[in-house]
């Protein structure tokens, strides 16, 4: 697995903790349920594990990584 970078930029770090509180809100109101959620986050990092864009690679896996690190870590879900 490669290295996990870290988002440097302003608009990508607000992007993402924008993301994690609504879908937090989702959860928290019961309009999504965890499950849901987990689903979610599954997709969004199959697809950037299965992308075929060669020329986006590294990227693509590092955007996988990160996704799959917030499921491990269980930040976009309050785990009952």
Same mark, same amino acid.
């Given at each position: 697995?490669?290295?996990?970078?870290?988002?440097?930029?302003?608009?990508?770090?607000? $992007? +993402?903790?924008?993301?994690?509180?609504?879908?937090? $809100? +989702?959860?928290?109101?019961?309009i999504l349920p965890e499950k849901e959620i987990v689903g979610i986050l599954r997709d969004a990092a199959a697809a950037h594990e299965f992308a075929t864009d060669a020329s986006k690679a590294e990227m693509n896996a590092a955007v996988a990584a990160l996704i799959n690190a917030i499921l491990a870590g269980g930040n976009s879900v309050r785990r009952r």
């Open positions: 697995m490669p290295i996990m970078p870290v988002p440097s930029d302003i608009a990508g770090t607000a $992007a +993402l903790s924008i993301c994690e509180s609504l879908l937090l $809100a +989702l959860n928290d109101r019961n």
